[in-house]
């Protein structure tokens, strides 16, 4: 299977940036224990600060990868284009936010991709991608 991770904006930073919310593992660390964790998989990262960017990669893989977890930063919270993109493709999306976007502040709260995604992962930290992999992997092993 293969499986696309999408991170958005400031999501660079990790292992840096507000280490209290975020923890101090940096994303790239993480990904190389994810693909040993999950190495049946063929696992793909990408990130980027700038919103056509994650647009153009979602359109890139979302015609032929069986899954896509997105995690948009803040676009989460303004992106219609990121909302219309998902909406565009074939590929299912799964959302994951490291923090619990519902346990800080109000504008955290309203997310525009949702909607056009299968549903949500938000407060599990870094697992929070292990759990949406796990989920294409049940997915998968359920048709
Ligand atoms: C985040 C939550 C967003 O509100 C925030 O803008 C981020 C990270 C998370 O992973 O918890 O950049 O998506």
């Known amino acids: 299977m293969k499986l696309q ?9 990790l292992g840096k940036r507000e280490t209290s919310i975020y923890g101090s593992t940096s994303f ?9 964790r999950f ?10 600060n700038v919103e056509g960017e994650i647009i153009n990669k ?5 015609f032929s990868f069986d899954g896509i977890i997105i995690n948009a930063g803040a676009y ?6 990121i909302h219309d993109a998902i909406g565009g493709i074939k590929t299912p999306v799964v959302e994951v936010h490291i923090s619990n976007v519902y346990a800080r502040e109000e504008f955290r709260h309203k997310s525009l991709i ?14 929070g991608y292990a759990l949406a992999l796990t989920y294409f992997i049940n997915k998968n092993a359920a048709q």
């Open 76 to 81: 989460t919270h303004t992106s219609i284009a």
């Open 5 to 13: 991770i999408i991170n958005g904006p400031n999501l660079n930073l």
């Open 58 to 62: 979602i359109h890139e893989v979302g």
């Open 28 to 36: 790239e660390e993480f990904f190389e224990t994810l693909k040993k």
């Open 114 to 127: 949702t909607s056009k995604c299968v549903g949500m992962m938000t407060g599990f930290g870094m697992e």
């Open 39 to 48: 190495s049946s998989l063929e696992l793909h990262y990408y990130q980027s």
